[in-house]
Each structure stands twice: as C-alpha cells, then as structure tokens.
C-alpha cells in the first residue's frame, strides 16, 4: 500500500513547543508507514507556527523545502517553487 502522509498545522491550534516536538516524531525514518512526507501550514499560521516547527526538524537533521516565504523564515530551507492545484499544494 502506498501514501503519502502530511502534518498540517492549523491557524487555531496552540502554538507551543509540544508542535515542533510532535512533528518530529513523524519523521523517525524516512518510508516507513508513520513518516511525514509533508508539512502543510497554513497560510495564517506560516508567521506563528513555521520558524518554531521549522526549527526543530532542522536541528534533529531533516531538511526543509519550501518557497520564497518558507526560506525567509527559515534560511536553512532549500528553496523549491510550489504551484497550487485544486486547492492542494505541491512541489514542482
């Protein structure tokens, strides 16, 4: 069987360092049927959430990519164009 399974940060949710930590305990080991392929934040919670989330799966070695707005956040991330589509989000 095969997915892909995304971490969405909501605008509503408690910004705290519990998030960061519960982000990067999706992402023990890249394939497996638990991981995290994508962290999806949305647009009113990039400001809030994504530099202390951002942050901490840097620092437990995974690499961030993401578009202009993500690398200004995060200049650690890889900068990789997104397009929009039928309301989803993905990488070119």
């Known amino acids: ?3 892909n399974c995304h971490v969405y ?3 509503r949710g408690r910004r705290r360092d519990g ?3 519960g ?8 394939g497996v049927c638990n991981a995290a392929e994508s962290l ?3 647009a009113d919670a990039v400001e809030t959430h994504l530099p202390m ?5 840097i620092e437990a ?3 961030i990519r993401g578009d202009e707005q993500t690398c200004r956040l995060l200049p650690q991330a890889v900068r990789r164009p997104m397009m929009i589509m039928a309301g989803s989000i ?3």
Do not use: F, N
């Open 19 to 21: 998030s960061a930590a």
């Open 61 to 63: 070695g995974i690499e």
């Open 90 to 92: 993905s990488a070119r």
């Open 23 to 30: 982000a990067q305990r999706q992402v023990p080991t890249y």
């Open 40 to 42: 999806v934040v949305h």
């Open 9 to 11: 940060i909501d605008p």
């Open 53 to 57: 989330i951002g942050k901490a799966l």
């Open 1 to 3: 069987m095969a997915g």
